[in-house]
């Protein structure tokens, strides 16, 4: 994305609780550095796979030209589950996706001024009998990123959208794409980032900013050019994937065991260079992680919240093993650890390390707030896979 002569002035009367966050913590390493688990193995554990038994296979869904999800959904997850290719290459002929992003549409100025979408609140004090869970886990402060973000790093970015309540933003991350290995497109996110699930209908204006304030010359006040905040483009998403059930669903619960989703993106200037190569890197999604080797994790984004102020990339180094929800036992239960991220950060990756390699495991999906204490995500298990396959060998 080639320079503007337009500067902008961080917003000064939003960031002033979050420095002295940002002044007293340790500068966050480099994810490379970060991620301190090594796991070995791959394939579900026990308790995950009796979880994963009974569920299926979320479907690629396109968004009409009013926004409102198709009508060709499954009757049930289990007619899902014996889906073939011709069913998901109907149900996406049925659902076009339209999203139609003139250049230059996100200023720096509008980019600046979204808000982050809410992290969907759940409380373990006010679950449902039905939810199993451990007790939460202790908060993990959300830590600044140190500049400049690094190309393992800058995979993590913020994805614009406008949605009903106006200009926001989400956090997503750049993964690895097995049918096109070194020229990924492909950005994971929340799919409450990308739909409204039941009664709503898809997100629109939908962009991926890579390694977004990657020089930190958005922060405190700073003077900066649209180059600098967006040092790898602008990325507009041509397809769009969230599970059937999301489509069905609503509210905090069992459809938050399947709060993921995920875009193809295109260079907004017209490059034919892919999102992988601009960045530098991607990191591969670990489906069916067994969840004994998950004895940590780090969940990185970009929260707008009070007492952040959306311009930095923030994690939690959460170094002891996640704690299970689950809604629904018929489907895989969701990870929790301690953090203290707010709205904006979710769809953020969850990352360990897999053979030496940082891999994304979850998305920031649902927490509790006023004070942000704790943060869940849902596990990609076989359901999940399915539909990153499709997704990956399907690119229209």
């Known amino acids: 994305m080639p320079p503007t002569t337009t500067a902008r002035t961080g917003r000064s009367t939003r960031t002033t609780t979050a420095r002295t966050g940002r002044s007293t913590a340790t500068a966050g390493a480099a994810v ?16 995950d796979s009796t979880d994963t038994a009974a569920t299926t296979a979320p479907a690629t869904l396109a ?3 009013s926004g409102r999800p198709g009508a060709r ?48 609140e759940y409380s373990h004090k006010t679950a449902g009998s039905t939810v199993e869970r451990d007790a939460p886990p202790a908060a993990v402060p959300a830590r600044p990123q140190a500049h400049p973000y690094s190309p393992a790093t800058a995979v993590v970015g913020k994805i614009f959208m406008t949605a009903p309540e106006g200009d926001s933003m989400c956090s997503g991350t750049l993964v690895s794409d097995p049918a096109n290995p070194g020229r990924s497109n492909l950005v994971y996110t929340a799919a409450h980032c990308l739909h409204d699930g039941k009664g709503g209908g898809w997100l629109k204006d939908i962009v991926f900013v890579p390694g977004y304030n990657r020089d930190g010359q958005a922060s405190r006040g700073k003077q900066y050019t649209e180059q600098q905040v967006s040092p790898y483009g602008r990325w507009t998403a041509v397809k769009a994937l969230v599970p059937p059930t999301w489509v069905k669903e609503s509210g905090v619960g069992p459809n938050s065991q399947f709060d993921y989703g995920i875009i193809r993106v295109r260079n907004e200037n017209g490059s034919g260079k892919s999102l992988e190569e601009t960045v530098g890197s991607s990191v591969p999604v670990w489906f069916n992680a067994p969840r004994e080797q998950i004895t940590s994790a780090f969940s990185y984004g970009y929260p707008a919240e009070r007492p952040f102020d959306g311009m930095e990339l923030n994690h939690c180094d959460s170094a002891i093993r996640p704690a299970r929800l689950s809604f629904d036992p018929a489907r895989p239960p969701m990870y929790v650890i301690g953090c203290t991220m707010t709205g904006g950060s979710s769809g953020g990756g969850w990352f360990i390390t897999k053979d030496g390699k940082p891999n994304l495991i979850s998305v920031n999906s649902i927490g509790n707030r006023n004070p942000s204490e704790y943060m ?11 539909a990153f396959d499709y997704f990956s060998k399907n690119p229209k």
Do not use: H, Y
Request: with cysteine; net charge negative.
């Open 376 to 386: 869940a995500g849902p596990s990609l298990q076989e359901q999940a896979k399915q």
């Open 63 to 65: 968004a009409s030209a």
């Open 73 to 120: 959904l499954p009757g049930s997850l289990q007619d899902l589950a014996d889906w073939k290719l011709d069913d998901w290459a109907r149900f996406v002929g049925d659902n076009a996706f339209v999203n139609e992003v003139a250049q230059g549409f996100w200023s720096i100025a509008k980019m600046e001024n979204a808000k982050g979408r809410a992290t969907p």
């Open 32 to 47: 490379l550095a970060v991620l301190a688990l090594t796991a070995t193995a791959c394939g579900p554990d026990t308790a």
